[in-house]
């Protein structure tokens, strides 16, 4: 007999197992009743059933074996084709789990099964399988006909049985190669995960105080020593936090159930999409966002979609449509639930904002969508008239917001009239390591989470030009044509002054919050590097300025600046949340004619530009970043390999570039091809909106497409398509001499 430590741990891996059956039937259950013909699902859910019923016939759990009976009796029978499956029948199959899933938590919560009443769900399960006696009698008829042929045909078409399920011995198939066939997972508790992951984070910050070290060192043993570490520690916090990754459809699968409830509540008919339910997600997080993602579901149906007639009478279909879609995008992960229903009721928003005094009846009438979709993550707001069990009482938006704030993530919504509604979720991968830039101000360096930077603008202090501007008593910066806030980060922190030579060039961070952009002075911006998140102690978690604290490469301790407290705190979301700035961004809109490039420079080349949405980032690289791969260069970066192409070897009219090994370049990354690419260039100077409509160049120019007017200046526009073709020429070792300006030979 087994001891009682023993007699714990089975009975919590029967907890364990039995929940993720339960959670399984949920979902199963929901498919069934769209494919009600389906024999493989009905087999999975009669023998998830059966198992269940067994492990409690093992522990004795009288009322656990009692209900999994009549339900497998109940799925036996539909199984069989004796009786079909309707909606009553998946009511009942439903609740059935639902009180096996209270038993489960009776019988963990005091390890032993709870008293109950279970007669009146077994006798409607039971009153479910009955079958007419015509039914009977035929299936009768059938067995006299042939006993032996019915056995054999039993044992063929049952979706119980398949060919994985028997073990056929071959002497094709060695014994050696059978244990490669099956991978058993292993279960580690969540505890020892968050220890492991708390020791690679203390690994990650001594790599850090270490690589300072082996930059300024001398001995060559020494540095590639650290180099080692380096990606060892890399290696080894991938794949912790792998580790630590589970698929979205830990939380998805649980939504089925919830929507069909939720609308059959509302009397209205939903079909849930799910796509990426296999992207994967840090388990905290999980958890995190699980709730957030409950209450836009039921807003969705409760909200949005309408009832059967109103979108017939629109020339919808009756069956309304919510779409889950998760995926990977820059480091984060992005959820967006879109919906085909009504839309946002805008008009109803500016009533309910001006009944409850947030703003004028003026006002209302120039606010743009985007500041009315803030509205409604305010407390207590609501456009319900009538209060339900699923809304109207105002409480829900805003609790969504906070939690997904809290996690480092944002909130996005976009809606129209009778298209629907689209939510988007961005979320950070994980909280322990993320990256983030190093800025300094009065000589403190501070860290600003990566994902919450827009761009970053360089300003000279020697223009001519006003840099900023005011705006009722409020610096603003005119960013290509928009105006936007501007803080200085020494102020808002009450930093003391320190006498610092700023006459070089002022560094902007332009940053957003609720909505709303501003920007960030600081003296420095160094380098963007993962960093280790640590929480704040007691004593400063009244600091709404900061979310956390990280320890540097020096061993200094840096604060981790949250975005949303300095923008709350300064007054800005108060100040420019309603209806300040914007309506003169609304009067400056870029046309429909227009197009966003990036403009930098190269050897020889004062202004060039590419199409912005053809660049996904800009780096800072040096010559020791450089490798050779054969007679190309590549650069190991962020765990991918990119190909190193110097725009200046390739574009007419540019100078070679003689620099020394320590020289830093930027570095624009396209991804074309399914390959990376670093385009080297000499400096990046800004984002324009130019004509999208272009000018051919009087007689070809290698590299160069076109041109554009900005301001009345020509500004040639690079062909990204010939350099690349230039760069992946087979015969790689042709080198294509300059092309020299005949027009300036001449004169």
Request: hydrophobic share 40%; net charge negative; glycine share 6%.
């Amino acid at each position: 007999m087994l001891d009682m430590e023993n007699n714990d741990e089975i009975l919590a891996e029967f907890i364990l197992e039995t929940r993720e059956i339960l959670d399984l039937l949920d979902g199963d259950f929901i498919r069934l009743e769209q494919s009600p013909d389906d024999k493989k699902l009905i087999g999975n859910i009669f023998r998830a059933l059966h198992t269940l019923k067994g492990s409690s016939g093992f522990f004795a759990f009288k009322r656990l074996e009692k209900i999994s009976h009549a339900g497998e009796s109940l799925l036996g029978k539909i199984r069989d084709g004796q009786i079909s499956l309707d909606p009553e029948k998946t009511d009942r199959l439903l609740d059935t789990v639902d009180v096996l899933r209270v038993i489960i938590e009776g019988i963990e919560k005091n390890h032993s099964e709870p008293l109950g009443d279970d007669q009146q769900l077994i006798e409607q399960l039971q009153a479910l399988a009955k079958i007419q006696s015509q039914s009977v009698q035929r299936d009768v008829n059938l067995q006299k006909q042939s006993e032996l042929g019915a056995e054999v045909e039993v044992f063929v078409e049952s979706p119980s049985f398949s060919q994985a399920d028997i073990a056929i011995p071959t002497s094709d198939v060695s014994i050696s190669d059978k244990p490669h066939d099956v991978s058993a997972p292993v279960k580690v508790n969540l505890d020892t995960l968050d220890r492991l992951m708390n020791l690679t984070s203390e690994m990650v910050l001594a790599r850090n105080r270490l690589l300072p070290f082996a930059a300024n060192s001398k001995d060559l043993s020494f540095s590639q020593t650290v180099r080692s570490i380096d990606l060892l520690t890399l290696e080894l916090q991938e794949r912790m936090m792998k580790m630590r990754m589970q698929p979205i459809s830990y939380v998805w699968s649980k939504f089925s159930r919830l929507v069909r409830d939720i609308a059959q509540e509302c009397h209205k008919k939903v079909n849930l999409i799910q796509i990426g339910a296999e992207t994967e997600l840090d388990r905290a997080l999980l958890d995190a966002i699980r709730d957030p993602l409950i209450h836009i579901l039921r807003n969705s149906i409760d909200h949005s979609i309408e009832m059967p007639e109103v979108r017939k009478s629109k020339g919808k279909p009756e069956i309304g449509n919510i779409q889950l879609r998760a995926f990977h995008q820059n480091g984060m992960v992005l959820i967006e639930i879109v919906d085909d229903g009504a839309g946002i009721n805008y008009d109803g928003i500016r009533q309910r904002a001006i009944e409850r005094k947030l703003i004028s009846s003026q006002e209302a009438v120039g606010l743009a969508k985007e500041v009315l979709n803030e509205l409604i993550f305010l407390p207590g707001f609501s456009t319900k008239e009538k209060v339900s069990s699923l809304s109207g009482r105002g409480v829900g938006m805003d609790v969504v917001k906070n939690n997904i704030t809290n996690v480092g993530g944002s909130i996005e919504i976009t809606s129209e009239v009778n298209a629907g509604t689209t939510i988007k979720l961005k979320i950070p991968l994980t909280l322990a390591i993320m990256p983030a830039l190093l800025v300094g101000s009065e000589e403190q360096t501070y860290a600003i989470p990566q994902n919450r930077i827009i761009e970053l603008v360089r300003l000279d202090p020697n223009d001519t030009r006003a840099l900023f501007e005011d705006f009722y008593g409020t610096p603003v910066y005119r960013l290509r044509e928009n105006l936007i806030p501007v803080l200085n980060l020494s102020d808002e922190l009450k930093l003391n002054k320190v006498s610092v030579d700023k006459t070089n060039s002022i560094s902007l961070v332009v940053a957003q919050s609720e909505g709303v952009q501003f920007g960030i002075i600081v003296d420095t911006i160094f380098n963007i590097q993962d960093v280790v998140v640590k929480p704040l102690g007691p004593l400063l978690n009244n600091l709404p300025k900061y979310a956390g604290a990280t320890i540097l490469g020096s061993g200094r301790v840096s604060l981790i600046i949250d975005i949303d407290g300095i923008a709350s705190e300064s007054g800005l979301i108060g100040g420019f949340g309603a209806n300040t700035i914007t309506p003169v961004i609304e009067n400056t809109q870029i046309e429909d004619g227009e197009i966003a490039m990036l403009l930098f420079e190269l050897n020889g080349l004062s202004r060039i530009a590419t199409p912005l949405d053809s660049i996904e980032h800009i780096l800072m690289l040096s010559e020791e970043q450089f490798q050779e791969n054969g007679n190309k260069e590549v650069v190991y970066y962020q765990d991918q390999l990119m190909h190193v192409i110097r725009l200046e070897d390739y574009v007419s009219g540019c100078q070679l570039n003689d620099s020394s090994g320590s020289a830093v370049f930027p570095a624009l990354t396209c991804f074309i091809n399914n390959k990376t690419y670093a385009l080297i260039v000499k400096k990046v100077h800004d984002i324009i909106q130019v004509p999208i409509k272009m000018y051919e160049l009087s007689s070809p120019q290698r590299g160069i497409e076109a041109c554009v007017i900005y301001k009345d200046e020509v500004i040639n526009v690079l062909d990204l398509v010939e350099v690349l073709a230039m760069h992946n020429a087979h015969d790689s070792t042709t080198m294509y001499p300059r092309v020299i300006d005949i027009h300036g030979v001449l004169d």
